[in-house]
C-alpha cells in the first residue's frame, strides 16, 4: 500500500496543482492540464538520480511559506466572508450532518480523508528526524494551518455554493494568485519526493529481509543513509503514475484510490504499533487497550465510508498492492527455499578432510575464486563441482561479499580471511566487506586486494604460529587455539613440544612426536622452518596466481517437485523463475569478467 501511495501522490499531487491553471483560465481543456501534469512527472522522476540531498535545504523553507500562506490565506476568507463558519468545530454538527442524510453523507467521509493524508508518513519522518522535531512541526505548523485553510474554504463557499469544485483556487485572493500557484506547485512536488523516497526506501528495507528481487540500490548521500535512488523502481512509479494520471476521467477518482491507499496504511500502521507496544515496549495492557481502540474507532470510520468507493477509483491501490505483494511473496519463498537448501547441505570438514590435500582431483596450477553467500562453511556448489569435475584449481577461495549499512570500509579492514583446513589444502576463505558508498572497481583492483589480504594473513599466520577456522573444523580449531594461548602466556619459556604440535597440526591434523633433546638447537631450527614454510607457501601462490584466476559462480535453480500441485509449479517454475531471470545476475552483483566466469549450476526441488 505505502508502493501504491507513491504511485498516486504524485499523481494527485502534480494534477491538482497544475488544475490551477484551468481555474485561472477556463478555456483551458482538460487534455492540457493532463499534459502538463506528465511532463511535470517526467520531470520528476527524471531528477531522482541527482537525490535530494543537494537540494533539500530547499525543501523546509518553501514547505514552511506553504502552511503560513494556506493558514493566512483562511484568515482572510474567515474575517471577509463568514467568521460562523468557526462552529464546526464542535462535534454536535457532525452528528446532525450524518443524521440527516444517511448513506451519502456516510460516504462523503470517503473524500474528508483527502484532509489527512500525508499523516500516514509520519512514521517514516521518523527515520530522518527527532520524534520532538515530528511532533513540534505537526503540532505548531501543520495542524493549525490546516485548520485554518479549510475553515477558510467552508466560509468562502457560504458565498460561492458554485466553486465547490475548486473551492481552493478560487478562494485566492487575485493580487496573490500566480505566487500561490508556484509555491503549491513546488509544495506538490516536494510531497511527491517525500512519497517517492519513503517507496525507495521500504523497498530497500523489504530487499534487506530478501522480500524483493534483486535491483540496484544507488545512495544519493554521504551524510544521510535514507536517501537513496532505485532506477528500475524509479521508471516503474514513473510509467505507473502516468497511466493513472492520464487513465483516470476526473480526479475525483484518483482521490477515490488515494483515500483507499492511505486509510489501509494507517489500519496496518495501528496493528504494527500494538506489535511494538506488546512485545518491544511492554506497554500495560490497559494502554494498548486504550490506544487500540481509540485508533480503531477513526480508522474504522473512514475505512467503512471508502469502501463504497471501491468501483469508483478505490480498486487502482488494491490491484497495485496486490501484483506487489505477489511479486514479494512469490521471490521470499523462492529466496529462503533456495537458502535452506544451500545451509543444510554444507559440506563438512570431515568429508573435506577425507579427500585429502588433492581433494581426489587433478590439482591444476592457478586460483579458483569460488563465490558464495554463506559467511561460513563449504558451499554445496563445490562437492557439485569436484564430484563432476575430475580437476580443481591448486588454490581455492571462498569469497563472501557483505554490504554494511556503513558509508564506507576503511580499504584495511575491507577483506577478512581464513584458513580452511591444514596447510597443504590450500583453501582460505575471505570475506569482503563494503560500505554503500564504495565503489567496486574492475575486477583487475579487486583480485589484486583480495591478494595483498591473502599475502598478509599467511605472514601474520606465521608468526602467530598458525591459526584456522574453527566454525569448519572444530579439533583442529581448539587446538591451534590451545597452543596459542599457551605461546602468548609463557612467551619463550614454551617448550618446543607445544610448538610442535601446532605446526604438525596444521599440516596432517596428527599430533607429531618431538625429540626431547637439544631445545636449544630445536627453537632455532622451528624458526627456520617456519620462515622457509612461509616464503614457500607465498612463493606457490605467487605462481598459482600468475598461472590465471577463475571466478566460480553458483547457481541454484530451484523446481517444484513433480508431485506439486499445479499453482505450485505455476508459482516456483514459471513466476520465481521469471523474476530471477530479470532481477540483478550474481556476476553483475560481484562486478565478475565474462571472459574469466565459470557458471556452476545445480537443481533443487522443493
Known sequence: MVIGDGILTPAISVLSAAGGIKVNHPDVSSKVVVVVAVVVLVVLFSMQHYGTDKVSWLFAPIVLLWFLLIGGIGIYN??????????????????RYLKRGGRDRWTSLGGVMLCITGT????????????????TAFTVVVFPSLLLAYSGQAAYLMKHKDHVIDAFYKSIPDSIYWPVFVV???????????????????????LALGCFPRVRVIHTSKNFLGQIYIPDINWILMILCIAVTAGFENQSQIGNAYGTAVVIVMLATT????LIMILVWHCHWLLVLLFTGLSLIVECTYFSAVLFKINQG??????????????????????????????????????????????????????????TELASGVPRIFSHFITNLPAMHSVVVFVCIKDLPVYMVPEEERFL?????????????????????????????????????????VRLESMMEGCSDSDDYSIYGQQTEKSRDAFLSKNAKTTISDVDLTIS????????????SRPNS????????????????????????????????????????????????????YVYAFLRKICRENSAIFNVPHESLLNVGQIFYV
Open 78 to 95: 474567515i474575517w471577509k466572508y463568514d467568521a460562523g463558519v468557526l462552529r464546526a468545530f464542535s462535534p454536535a454538527y457532525i452528528y
Open 120 to 135: 500516514e508518513a509520519l512514521y517514516a519522518d521518523l527515520g530522518h528526524f527527532p520524534v520532538l522535531a515530528v511532533q
Open 184 to 206: 503549491a506547485t513546488l509544495a506538490a512536488i516536494i510531497a511527491s519526493q517525500a512519497t517517492i523516497t519513503a517507496t525507495f526506501s521500504i523497498i530497500k528495507q523489504a
Open 271 to 274: 496493528a504494527l504499533m500494538v
Open 314 to 371: 478505490g480498486w487502482v491501490p488494491l490491484v497495485i498492492a496486490a501484483a506487489f505483494l505477489l511479486i514479494m511473496y512469490v521471490w521470499h519463498y523462492g529466496t529462503v527455499k533456495r537458502y535452506e537448501f544451500e545451509m543444510h547441505s554444507r559440506v563438512s570438514m570431515a568429508w573435506i578432510l577425507g579427500l585429502g590435500p588433492s581433494l581426489g582431483l587433478v590439482r591444476v596450477p592457478g586460483i579458483g575464486l569460488v563465490y
Open 417 to 457: 580471511v581464513k584458513r580452511i583446513g591444514p596447510k597443504n589444502f590450500h583453501m582460505f576463505r575471505c570475506v569482503a566487506r563494503y560500505g554503500y558508498k564504495d565503489l567496486r572497481k574492475k575486477d583487475d583492483d579487486f583480485e589484486r586486494k583480495l591478494f595483498d589480504s591473502l599475502f598478509l594473513f
Open 505 to 516: 597440526s596444521m599440516d596432517s591434523i596428527m599430533p607429531e612426536k618431538s625429540p626431547s
Open 522 to 573: 630445536m627453537t632455532m631450527s622451528s624458526g627456520q622452518v617456519g620462515n622457509r614454510t612461509e616464503t614457500d607457501e607465498l612463493e606457490f601462490l605467487t605462481s598459482c596466481r600468475d598461472a590465471g584466476v577463475v571466478h566460480i559462480l553458483g547457481n541454484t535453480v530451484v523446481r517444484a517437485s513433480r508431485e506439486s500441485r499445479f499453482y505450485k509449479k505455476i508459482t516456483v517454475d
